[in-house]
């Protein structure tokens, strides 16, 4: 079984900068952020194949956003810079051990969750 606990969430006015922590246990091959707006289903915004490193993106957050992990540490990470108001939401780290390249920010497509911390950015 894999526990995964975020952290870092919280306020921040359009602009702004907030970093999210996700630290793990067990082995997983992929990593993922997602997030859930009120009354909008959940949607992939980043992840990362955990060995090689490699990183997907949503198109509303290239450029803005980026993934990474410490494999060290067992933690994954989603630096957000330039936030807009529009990334308001529930933001969750998940994680799997299988690999569908189609479906890398497909929520369905990950079976391990963390409990979900809140980004607010106010304009």
């Known amino acids: 079984q894999v526990q995964l606990v975020e952290s870092g969430g919280g306020s921040v006015q359009a602009g702004g900068s907030l970093r999210l922590s996700c630290t793990t246990s067990?082995?997983?091959?992929?990593g993922g952020w997602f997030r859930q707006a009120p009354g909008k289903e959940r949607e992939g915004v980043a992840a990362?194949?955990?060995?090689?490193?490699?990183?997907y993106y949503a198109d509303s957050v290239k450029g803005r956003f980026t993934i990474s992990r410490d494999n060290a540490k067992s933690t994954l990470y989603l630096q957000m810079n330039s936030l807009k108001p529009e990334d308001t939401a529930m933001y969750y780290c998940?994680?799997?051990?299988?690999?569908?390249?189609?479906?890398?920010?497909?929520?369905?497509?990950?079976?391990?969750w963390g409990q979900g911390t809140q980004v607010t950015v106010s304009s």
């Open positions: 998940a994680a799997d051990r299988s690999w569908h390249a189609a479906d890398v920010l497909n929520p369905s497509d990950y079976n391990y």
């Open positions: 990362i194949r955990m060995g090689s490193g490699s990183t």
């Open positions: 067990g082995y997983t091959y992929k």
